[in-house]
C-alpha cells in the first residue's frame, strides 16, 4: 500500500528525529502551521500529512491507533500528533493527542489566541515530549575484515616457448554470405515510383496557333468590312472613287473577306485540335 505524507521540513540537522501531524480539517490545519517553529525548538523535524492522505483515513478506522502506528512507521517517526480545534475569532481551543508505536500517550488542549499560538504552545509541547520514549542509537555495523593467509610459493622453473607449428597458424575465416533481407520500409515495395509529367508542347503549339489564326481571321474580316461599305457609297451616288478604283476595292474586299472566312475555319479547327491534345497529354 502507497503511503503518501506530505513533508514540511524545518532547517535542523540530519539526525534530528521527526514527527508526524495530523490535522483533522483544515480549520485545524491553521493551526497545525503554527506548530512547526515550537517544534523546531525542542530539535524534533515535522512531517505534516496531506488532505486525502491515508494517515486522514486513520482517523475513521476503528483500530485507530494502530492505523496511526502503522503510519508513523512508514513515515519513520518518533511520534503522530492528532491535530484538532479551531480558532473563533481571535480565540479557540487547539487539543493535540500524542501517540508513539499504536499506543496513545497522552491528550492534552490549551486555549490560544490568534497571533500567540507558537509561543503559548511551546509549554505545552514540552510536556509532552517528556512522555516520548528514549530512542537508543542502533550499534553501527561494522564492515566484514579480509584476513590474508600466506601460502608457501615454490620456485618457478623457466620454460622455454616450443617452437610455433604450422597448425596454429590462425585460420582464414570466410565471410558469410548474407542473405538480402526485405525492406523494412513498406513503401520501398509498394509504392510505384511518381511519374514524370512530360510537358504538353504540341497542345500549347496548337493552341497558339488557333489564337494566331483567330486573330488574323478577325483582322481580315474587319477590313473586308470596312472596304464592303465603302463599295455601297458607290451604289448611293455619293462615292468619289472612280468605276477602276471601285472594281479594285471590290476584289480587295473579296480577298480579305475570303482570307477571313479561311483563317477562321482553320482557327476553329485548330482549337479543336488544342482541346483534344490538351485531354489525352
Known amino acids: 500500500m502507497r503511503w503518501l505524507v506530505c513533508s514540511l521540513l524545518l532547517p535542523l540537522s540530519a539526525s534530528a528525529a521527526s514527527v508526524l501531524l495530523v490535522p483533522v480539517d483544515e480549520k485545524a490545519r491553521v ?14 523535524t515535522v512531517k505534516m500529512a496531506g488532505p486525502g492522505s491515508p494517515a486522514l483515513n486513520c482517523l475513521k478506522d476503528p483500530a485507530r491507533e494502530v492505523c496511526l502506528g ?22 479557540g481551543t487547539l487539543t493535540l493527542e500524542m501517540s508513539s508505536k499504536g499506543t496513545v500517550l ?7 489566541t490568534r497571533g500567540k499560538v507558537k509561543t503559548q504552545m511551546r509549554g505545552p509541547l514540552a510536556s509532552l515530549l517528556k512522555l516520548l520514549p528514549s530512542s537508543e542509537p542502533s550499534a553501527p555495523v561494522e564492515p566484514p575484515k579480509v584476513t590474508v593467509t600466506e601460502t608457501q610459493k615454490e620456485p618457478v622453473q623457466a620454460v622455454e616457448p616450443a ?6 597458424a590462425p585460420k582464414k575465416t570466410e565471410p558469410l554470405a548474407l542473405t538480402p533481407t526485405k525492406s523494412a520500409d ?10 514524370q509529367v512530360k510537358p504538353k508542347v504540341a497542345a500549347w503549339v496548337m493552341t497558339g496557333l488557333a489564337i494566331a489564326a483567330a486573330g488574323t481571321a478577325a483582322t481580315f474580316g474587319g477590313l473586308g468590312l470596312s472596304n464592303k461599305a465603302k463599295l455601297e457609297t458607290v451604289n448611293e451616288g455619293i462615292s468619289t472613287l472612280s468605276y477602276n478604283e471601285a472594281v479594285a476595292l471590290q476584289q480587295t474586299s473579296n480577298t480579305q473577306l475570303t482570307v477571313a ?21
Open 261 to 281: 472566312l479561311g483563317t477562321g475555319i482553320g482557327a476553329g479547327v485548330t482549337g479543336v485540335l488544342a482541346g483534344i491534345l490538351w485531354g489525352v497529354e
Open 163 to 168: 617452437p610455433a607449428k604450422v597448425a596454429d
Open 70 to 91: 502503522n503510519i508513523g512507521e512508514k513515515a519513520k517517526v518518533v511520534a503522530v500528533f492528532v491535530v484538532s480545534g479551531a480558532l473563533k475569532g481571535s480565540k
Open 186 to 195: 513498406p513503401l520501398a515495395l509498394t509504392t510505384p515510383a511518381p511519374k
Open 106 to 112: 497522552k491528550k492534552d488542549s490549551t486555549r490560544v
Open 31 to 44: 493551526l497545525a502551521d503554527e506548530l512547526i517553529e515550537p517544534f523546531g525548538a525542542n530539535k524534533l
